[in-house]
């Protein structure tokens, strides 16, 4: 090649190297834009349980939903958003709803309830129900009201409700 055609290919390589920086620049910027706007799918509602903050989060990259959801954590998780016995954890709840949408869009509620909860055993005292299937009912009951008050205030937003052991293995209860 003579001395011009190797200038051309060097102007050229390097042209295409700046078009590549260029592009992967304007791609992250993109991502960032994206990440900005912030369209997650969920908000989560968890109790505050340390025993199984790391199951929850196992539970929900299981749902395939790693990093694309809002969590909000209040003891008793359902209990928290509808007992009377907890009036600023409703508040809190149904200001975080509300929240979640304007911020980022969520179209949907997940409810992780779990066996065994302080928060059950405050509110239901003598009735709170350790046995695992009317524990089951127990919180049922819990989360049909809630997502009874969730149609009302929201009918945009699909709600999911599960119930997690203390293993970490969860079951859908609504
Ligand atoms: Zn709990």
Known sequence: MCRLELDHVDSMARISRRRLVAGIAGLSLLALRAKAAGHVGALALTCIDYRLVDDAVHFFDGMHLTNE????????????????????????FWDHVQIAKD??????????????????????????AAQPDAETMQHKSVMLKLHAQMAKRHPDL?????????????????
């Not at 969520?106 to 509110?123: E, S, T």
């Open 103 to 128: 911020l980022h869009h969520v179209k949907k509620l997940i409810v992780l309830d779990h066996r065994d909860c302080g928060a059950y055993k405050v509110a239901f005292g003598k009735a709170f």
């Open 158 to 174: 699909a709600a999911e409700f599960y119930l997690m052991a203390l293993d970490g293995s969860a079951q859908r209860v609504l």
């Open 69 to 92: 959801y809002d969590q909000l954590s209040l003891a008793g998780a359902s209990l928290a958003a509808v007992s009377e016995k907890f009036p600023s954890s409703n508040k809190a």
